[in-house]
T-cell receptor, first 111, second 117 residues
Framework: AQSVAQPEDQVNVAEGNPLTVKCTYSVSGNPYLFWYVQYPNRGLQFLLKYITGDNLVKGSYGFEAEFNKSQTSFHLKKPSALVSDSALYFCAVRDLGDMRFGAGTRLTVKP | NAGVTQTPKFRVLKTGQSMTLLCAQDMNHEYMYWYRQDPGMGLRLIHYSVGEGTTAKGEVPDGYNVSRLKKQNFLLGLESATPSQTSVYFC????????????????FGPGTRLTVL
């Protein structure tokens, strides 16, 4: 069965520093991987996805993610964090079945 | 475009009561989904629909029913609510145009916060 794990409940970074939100996956076939962001009292918004091709995927708001097949990871990154990036981030995976979401990582960027 | 809308935004029920949550999308999307979001558990799929008149079970379907009588609407029903159904419910939709099935971006509604006492 497909699944994703987000090993950190909370990530704290200072504004201007690089950020990483971790995600590992488990699938039986080819992985289709997604990152979504949720701001307070809002629905999820799509950031980026990996289907095939380049391992480095660029998405919205300056975010990018690196697909690493050998480590079964799809970590979300941004070179310079903004206070406005503070939100709940979800990794998700799909192969042949439904989309499965991770438990979420709360990112806090402090001024 | 309004995108994906959900009504109501908030609701409090007593155990045993019933209610229907409405999801509407104006993007002509084929696929629609109902998820529930619980702390520490991410989103879990309740039911989904791949087109008008069709529905299918997701990961956690028990206690819920759905209907897709019109392409733009997807209804989620609770026949006899229990406290375990206290959650935030999200609707989502996708258009199926990717060459690789199941890889289309999901568009989410703002959510319905349901409390069952």
């Amino acid at each position: 069965a497909q699944s994703v794990a987000q090993p950190e409940d909370q990530v704290n970074v200072a504004e201007g520093n690089p950020l990483t939100v971790k995600c590992t996956y488990s699938v039986s076939g080819n992985p289709y991987l997604f990152w979504y962001v949720q701001y307070p009292n809002r629905g999820l918004q799509f950031l980026l996805k990996y289907i095939t091709g380049d391992n480095l995927v660029k998405g919205s708001y300056g975010f990018e993610a690196e697909f690493n097949k050998s480590q079964t990871s799809f970590h979300l990154k941004k070179p310079s964090a903004l206070v406005s990036d503070s939100a709940l981030y979800f990794c998700a995976v799909r192969d042949l079945g439904d989309m499965r979401f991770g438990a979420g990582t709360r990112l806090t960027v402090k001024p | 475009n309004a995108g994906v809308t959900q009504t109501p935004k908030f609701r409090v029920l007593k155990t045993g009561q019933s209610m229907t949550l409405l999801c509407a999308q104006d993007m002509n999307h084929e696929y629609m989904y109902w998820y529930r979001q619980d702390p520490g558990m991410g989103l879990r799929l309740i039911h989904y629909s791949v087109g008008e008149g069709t529905t299918a079970k997701g990961e956690v379907p028990d206690g819920y029913n759905v209907s897709r009588l019109k392409k733009q609407n997807f209804l989620l029903g609770l026949e006899s609510a229990t406290p375990s159904q206290t959650s935030v419910y999200f609707c989502a939709s996708t258009i199926t145009q990717s060459r690789v099935p199941g890889t289309d971006t999901q568009y989410f509604g703002p959510g319905t916060r349901l409390t069952v006492l």
